[in-house]
């Protein structure tokens, strides 16, 4: 077999559409057909639902799959940072058991990581998996459990062993949902929206075949979900743009990927809106306030200073220069933009940003901006723990030296079990 | 290729940084702090010479490097690293661009050349006692009889003025108003008429004067009466070579900061390891990187047309001044005692941005310009 080129895979990709791909096809079936082909994941192995090609080469099959309006494999939600996870840490079982229904997006999973008692502290996880004859039984609290109210599965963080420190008695499991002993309840945000929820797991039960990596090696396992979170993030500005045309398929898939939005419509107002600022005071006015135009320029500023740091990041690996500290910025940056943004809006507002809805200034649109920018510098790692990675990647600054790292978790202070 | 620095920029600030760091070290910068000149005139002479740094934006024809805004950011952010004193961002900048802007073809031959070789130290005399770089504020008056140009009006912050062998004066029509009437002129420093007083400044590593003219006689540069857009233009550049060189002061202070954490010790380890610390760290770094990143940017839209020029420097400047005072007040605090001695070198980079910060205008000033021009784009755009 000859090296594949971007033209033969172009040239194969869009021979296997012609035989293969259709609008009228239900989208679940299609997407089996996507998998079996290798096409629908080109840079996964291909021993595993993929065609093990390097991302140059994927890429241009995905281009093809586009140009043609063909549907890709589900991506949306946890998805992709789970299947990473199993691709690395799985068993063969696990593999082939999981991963087709993932991916034709028949399974919705959830990530079941954060606990009331355990937020930046991840490691400190106080859910409890007691091992038995069949499996493990686990009783615990998850928390901002994204999309966990459908999910059939869920990525589970869990302690199997108490006398050993906080990192090492950990394990990680697959925790079917859809058991006694799984309930869900929504939880309801400031800014009066729930795209959360609490999981209150009291007795449910987890196969040997749930076991993710080895016992007491969660942690490990866990790294490398959280270091596929991060590209989530990325990835998710995406998420918005959705290919449509004419057919079964693209019904079906517009009505998943509104099930899949349901949760972030609000992401747009968490980050600011600092592109209305401009127009909004030239509307109302207010531009003529040199108070007022001093707020607005603080967010523009830092805001295009956001952007063009990341361009700076990104000019630099295209030239092939290391990265400065230009890349570890991007967080803590836009939580410090969202800030000024809202302050910008609430300076133009004045009085009138004390109302909400349709009496509030755009419908309410300002008013879900002030409510929702405080989630941004706690989502995903708060400030102050981003600060702490710049403070100890970037500057060499040492680590605040941690009273529980070597001790038996069993006596590690705690939060009192059930309070937040 | 945009955001990113070619392999030669890179070469070229491994050169500039190099003679910096060698020829310019903090016990030199005391030692021309104290002179009466506040400079090293054997210093100069190597920067013009030999490393040709003073024209590095000027075109080979005139006696220059042939280079861009870019690398004279480069030049700049550098030498502001290393607190640098001469009198390059006066001549070597500010009116090197306000020749290359207003002044006729001949006049910048006849000129440029000399300030590029150093023989000729040049400087801007724009703002007055009213302490605006606007040039709609320019109150000095230039009259035009038998042929002969004569200027009336008190110049001040003018950088340099004391060591100054040329000034080029704006000043206006007796009458006219905001940017009409300006014009722009060359004086020798010798001219009769012409005195200089040299102002105590908080910063004595870059010096002001007041410069008087009683009836001076003056060439005019480039026409009668057409500079304001020159001027604008000239400021805009300079603000941002200026928000290079306050870039490069932030960062020594930073990097002086940070290395001083990892070192003190105190309640048993290092002052570097508490998170009050490293936070303020940290939030230096982000408020650095984003003047950095303007900055950077700014420097490759100086060519551009006046609006998104305007933008670009008003914002690299804005950011340059809060990062700097960021900066320099951590860098004071962090250091605890020893920062507020005279003998730590904190105090010098503390005086350069305070110094800085209001410089060609306050960050305040630089935030209200870039709204401004914003607001008048949308709304042109709207229409």
């Not at chain 1, 493990?136 to 998850?142: A, E």
């Not at chain 1, 059939?152 to 006398?163: E, M, N, P, Q, S």
């Not at chain 1, 990835?235 to 509104?258: D, F, P």
């Not at chain 2, 009336?152 to 004391?162: P, Q």
Request: contains cysteine.
């Amino acid at each position: 077999m000859s090296i594949p080129t971007e033209a033969s895979v172009r040239d194969e990709v869009r021979a296997w559409l012609v035989e293969n791909w259709s609008p009228e096809l239900g989208l679940a079936e299609w997407r089996r057909r996507l998998i079996e082909s290798g096409w629908g994941c080109p840079s996964w192995p291909t021993a595993w639902f993929g065609r093990g090609l390097p991302p140059a080469l994927a890429a241009a099959a995905e281009d093809e799959m586009r140009l043609a309006g063909a549907v890709g494999v589900a991506q949306f939600g946890v998805r992709m940072l789970v299947a990473a996870t199993l691709l690395e840490h799985g068993t063969d079982e696990q593999k082939r058991r999981l991963l087709p229904r993932l991916l034709t997006g028949e399974d919705t999973w959830c990530q079941l990581f954060s606990e009331p008692g355990s937020g930046s502290d991840l490691a400190g996880v106080s859910t409890r998996a007691a091992e038995d004859a069949e499996g493990w039984t686990v009783t615990g609290q998850k928390v901002w459990t994204t999309s966990a109210q459908h999910a059939h599965y869920g990525i589970l963080l869990a302690r199997t062993d108490w006398d050993l420190p906080k990192h090492r008695g950990l394990s990680f499991f697959v925790l079917p949902m859809h058991q006694a002993g799984v309930e869900v309840r929504p939880l309801r945000q400031m800014n009066g929206y729930s795209s959360f929820n609490e999981v209150f797991i009291s007795g449910a039960h987890i196969g040997r075949e749930g076991l993710v990596g080895k016992l007491g090696e969660g942690w490990k396992v866990a790294l490398t979900t959280l270091a596929h979170e991060r590209r989530l993030a990325d990835s998710m500005r995406n998420w918005g743009r959705l290919q449509l045309g004419a057919g079964r398929i693209y019904e079906e898939l517009k009505t998943e990927h509104a099930a899949v939005m349901e949760p972030y419509k609000w992401y747009a107002q968490r980050a600011g809106r600092a592109d209305l600022l401009i127009e909004r005071a030239q509307r109302s006015g207010r531009i003529e306030d040199a108070v007022v135009r001093q707020d607005i320029a603080r967010a523009l500023m830092i805001e295009r200073a956001s952007e063009w740091t990341a361009a700076r990041a990104r000019g630099a690996r295209a030239n092939g220069q290391p990265p400065g500290p230009e890349g570890s910025l991007g967080k803590l940056a836009a939580s410090n933009v969202a800030r000024a943004a809202a302050r910008a809006h609430a300076s133009i507002s004045g009085a009138e940003s004390m109302l909400a809805g349709e009496d509030g200034p755009e419908q309410g649109l300002i008013a879900e901006i002030l409510v929702s920018v405080p989630a941004c510098s706690i989502a995903g790692g708060t400030d102050e723990i981003q600060r702490n990675i710049i403070a100890e990647r970037v500057l060499g600054l040492p680590r605040e030296p941690g009273g529980d790292a070597e001790m038996p978790f069993r006596d590690v202070r705690r939060n009192s079990s059930g309070s937040r | 290729m945009q955001f990113a620095f070619t392999e030669e920029q890179h070469q070229y600030r491994d050169i500039v940084a190099r003679f910096c760091r060698e020829q310019s070290p903090s016990t030199r910068v005391r030692a021309q702090m104290a002179s009466e000149a506040g400079f090293d005139r054997e210093l100069w002479k190597q920067l013009c010479g030999d490393l040709g740094m003073s024209g590095v934006h000027v075109p080979e024809a005139l006696g220059g490097h042939g280079y861009g805004a870019v690398e004279l950011g480069i030049a700049s952010e550098e030498m502001g690293r290393v607190n640098f004193c001469g009198p390059y961002f006066s001549s070597c900048v500010l009116a090197s661009y306000a020749l290359l802007n207003g002044a006729t073809p001949r006049q910048q031959a006849e000129w440029l050349p000399q300030l590029c070789s150093g023989a000729v130290i040049a400087s801007l005399a724009l703002a007055e006692t009213g302490g605006s770089w606007h040039p709609g504020t320019v109150t000095a008056t230039a009259v035009e009889r038998d042929g002969h140009w004569r200027i009336d009006g008190i110049k001040s912050y003018v950088l340099d003025g004391h060591v100054a062998d040329l000034f080029i004066v704006a000043a206006r029509r007796p009458g006219s108003q905001g940017l009409e009437g300006l014009s722009l002129f060359a004086v020798p420093a010798t001219a009769r008429g012409l005195s200089a007083h040299p102002l105590k400044t908080i910063d004595t590593t870059r010096r002001l004067s007041r410069v008087e003219f009683n009836g001076v006689q003056a060439s005019l540069l480039g026409e009668a009466e057409t500079a304001a857009a020159g001027l604008l233009r000239t400021l805009d550049q300079a603000t941002i070579a200026l928000a290079s060189e306050m870039v490069g002061g932030a960062q020594a202070l930073l990097d002086s900061t940070v290395a001083y954490a990892k070192l003190r010790v105190q309640f048993g380890r290092v002052i570097g390891s508490f998170q009050a610390i490293k936070h303020r760290l940290a939030d230096l770094l982000l408020e650095l990187e984003f003047a950095r990143s303007a900055a950077y940017r700014a420097c490759e839209l100086a060519a551009e047309d006046p609006l998104p020029l305007r933008e670009a420097a008003a914002m690299a400047k804005a950011l340059a001044s809060d990062a700097f005072m960021l900066a320099a007040r951590e860098a004071v605090q962090l250091h605890g005692g020893i920062g507020f001695t005279w003998e730590h070198d904190t105090h010098l980079y503390f005086k350069r941005a305070q110094g800085s910060s209001v410089l060609l205008g306050s960050a305040a000033e630089h935030r209200d310009r870039y709204v401004l021009s914003l607001a008048a784009r949308a709304a042109g755009d709207r229409l």
